[in-house]
């Protein structure tokens, strides 16, 4: 593991992650949308050469996944909801997780159904369909399952193209915890080269917005970039 571009001396939080990962890119877009960035420290795992499953990161996060979050009081948060909701907590004038109970409810709901129909199941595409992180990091493999969350993902694509043909965002009128998972969603389908279906004219339109927003532009440092390819 190494630290990435060092940030200025009010960093009180260490996020473990891979600059260009698109679960990463959630925290990495929450930060910036907060105007948190310099309270940052990271620090790169390397997916590709499997630092995520050894004994040494296993002990910070028993899933072996990207990103975690380590507070000042050294305990270890993970998963990106978790992540952000601590993040979006912080300052106690939450703008991403909704400041009202009916909101809180709608993003929770809206970002989990973006895990679940898109973002996840392209995540099972990479490792079970396609070569993934290679032989070294993928064990098992299970091709048919893999093909079957990539159709799964073509028709969370189609759900979100009809949520965002009647609304601005996904899950109502403004930006939030949401629109960022699905943005990981996307980020990946892309990666994966799984495209957009052509008839999904309000999802394209979205995305297009959302690639716009300075959070979305500036997640990865053009230094990470020299490395985490």
């Not at 997916?47 to 499953?53: D, N, Q, S, T």
């Not at 990479?126 to 993902?153: C, I, M």
């Not at 716009?212 to 230094?223: F, G, K, L, T, Y």
Request: one cysteine or more; aromatic letters at 10%.
């Amino acid at each position: 593991m190494q630290i990435s571009d060092s940030h200025t001396s009010t960093a009180d939080l260490t996020i473990f992650d891979w600059a260009t990962g698109p679960y990463p890119a959630r925290v990495r877009i929450a930060l910036a949308e907060l105007n948190m960035r310099s309270r940052v420290n990271f620090v790169s795992v390397d997916l590709w050469k499997g630092e995520h499953k050894r004994p040494e990161f296993l002990a910070r996060n028993y899933s072996g996944t990207l990103p975690v979050l380590q507070i000042p009081d050294g305990t270890f948060i993970g998963e990106c909801t978790a992540i952000t909701e601590y993040l979006d907590a912080l300052d106690g004038l939450p703008t991403l997780t909704g400041s009202t109970p009916r909101d809180k409810g709608v993003i929770h709901m809206m970002s989990k159904r973006a895990e679940l129909e898109l973002l996840d199941a392209v995540s099972v595409y990479f490792h079970h369909a396609t070569p993934g992180l290679g032989p070294d990091v993928e064990l098992y493999q299970n091709s048919e399952w893999g093909l079957r969350q990539r159709d799964k993902a073509l028709r969370g694509m189609h759900y979100f193209d009809a949520v965002l043909g009647t609304q601005a965002f996904v899950a109502g009128e403004s930006f939030s915890m949401a629109d960022i998972t699905l943005i990981g969603g996307m980020i990946f389908a892309n990666l994966v080269k799984l495209p957009v279906p052509d008839e999904c004219h309000a999802l394209s339109a979205w995305y297009d917005r959302m690639q716009q927003r300075p959070s979305v532009q500036n997640r990865v440092s053009m230094s990470e970039l020299s490395f985490a390819v």
